[in-house]
């Protein structure tokens, strides 16, 4: 799954580790995560999405 979270994170200047302490996460899982390697669960995306006020559809597409 392709995902613009490293886009928007750059966008407002927030390192991994602080959008990880802002997510409950490990700095390892938003790297997985904005890499590819690791798709969110559906509750962790939806707290994401909430974080950065769109949707999960506006964050995440499939391949």
Do not use: C
Request: hydrophobic share 45%; no cysteine.
């Amino acid at each position: 799954m392709k995902n613009r979270l490293k886009v928007l994170r750059a966008e407002r200047d927030w390192s991994q580790a602080h959008l990880a302490d802002q997510l409950d996460v490990s700095r390892q899982t938003v790297n997985a995560i904005e890499t590819g390697k690791y798709d969110p669960s559906l509750p962790l995306a939806f707290k994401i999405s909430a974080l950065f006020a769109l949707s999960i559809e506006e964050i995440f597409m499939p391949d």
